[in-house]
Every structure is written in C-alpha cells, then in structure tokens.
C-alpha cells in the first residue's frame, strides 16, 4: 500500500507555503497547485518576479515602509508633514491610508502587533525605533492605526502607555460600523466602538 501518493517537491512546496501567516495547509496546496496549472510561461515569469522582489524591495530605513530606494517615496518627500507620524502594523496598511489622499504626514512600520498567544513581544516589533524618532525628530503627534482586533487595540494601548509622558498629541483613528453596513449584522465589538467613537452632527 502506497502511504503518500503526494510528490516530495509539491509536498515541500505546500510545507514551505504553511508556514507563512495566513496560510493553511488547503490554502498551502490551492496556490501551489493554482501555480502548477498555470501555462509554463507564465509560471517562470512569476518566479521570475518573485526573485526580483526578493532583491530589489526591503523596509525604508527611517520609517519601514517596503519600498526599493533607501528611503521611501513618503520620507524622501519634503513636503509631507514631518511633525506627525501614522503608526501602522504592515506596509499595506500605509498604502491604503495613502490611496484616500487623506493624509499628508509620515508613517512607521512596527511590523505586526502583540500577540500572546503567537509569542509576539513588543521586542519582536519595531517600537523601540519609534519611541526613538519621536524624540529626536520634533515629533508633535502620532496617530494609532493598528488595527481594529484584540491584538491591535492592545498595541495601541502599549504604545501609548510608552509615549504619553513625552508631550505630544497621542491620536487613534476612529472606526466602527462601515458606511452602507446594517446594524443587525455587527458584531459586538464593532457596534460598542461606533458608540465609542460617535461625533455631533
């Protein structure tokens, strides 16, 4: 009887995949097998991309952003606000912030957010390189954009605990219930900080 019919390379390649965040073991084989079926032209190509991520992209040296230059294109900009710095978990976080045109400041990457139970610390994140900029870069506010989970509020509420006493405005973004969204279909969490965050009209 035959015990794994499974190809050792695909399995290798499912293993390596699993061990990324976000992945399972069925999304593991999903993209694997998703890449095995595309036309061997395409499939190079993507590896081929892949290879000159890996060369070309790393974290901006000041603020952490993902970016291909030494410092990113929101650093190197002179005419953003350098007073103000949007605290985020992940690179994709600034980006989305940066689509709405919304916001005209300086972002910092910590690099994920606490987690206990995955034993991430906040010596795992790169807060200490925040708490560093703010004191030396006539920082005058930083805005708290975790996100809104469990893990993210008690990042927020760390790093504020680190930063309250060094005379700065310490901000959260406000968040809630998404516009067109009904009020039967929230969750808990979600409806106690709409109320939370509610503002005149």
């Known amino acids: 009887m035959i015990e794994n019919i499974l190809p050792k390379t695909l399995k290798k390649v499912v293993d390596e995949i699993s061990n990324l965040p976000g992945y399972g073991e069925k999304s593991a084989q999903r993209l694997a097998v998703n890449i095995l079926n595309m036309p061997r032209g395409e499939a190079f190509q993507l590896v081929k991309t892949f290879m000159e991520m890996l060369e070309r992209v790393h974290p901006c040296r000041e603020c952490g952003i993902l970016t291909e230059e030494e410092l990113c294109p929101v650093c190197s900009d002179e005419e953003r606000d ?35 139970l995955e034993e991430i610390t906040a010596e795992d994140l790169n807060i200490d390189s925040l708490v560093k900029r703010v004191e030396k870069d006539n920082i005058k506010e930083v805005i708290l954009a975790t996100n809104p989970t469990v893990e993210g509020e ?7 605990n680190l930063l309250k006493n060094k005379n700065i405005t310490i901000s959260r973004i406000a968040y809630g219930l998404p516009f067109g969204g009904v009020l039967e279909n929230a969750d808990d969490f979600t409806l106690s900080k709409a109320l939370e965050h509610k503002t005149p009209i």
């Open 154 to 160: 008690a990042t927020a509420s760390y790093i504020y």
């Open 82 to 116: 350098r007073t103000t710095i949007c605290v985020v978990e992940e690179s994709f976080d600034a980006f989305a912030i940066e689509k709405t045109g919304k916001y005209r400041g300086l972002y910092h990457v910590i690099g994920g957010r606490l987690s206990p």
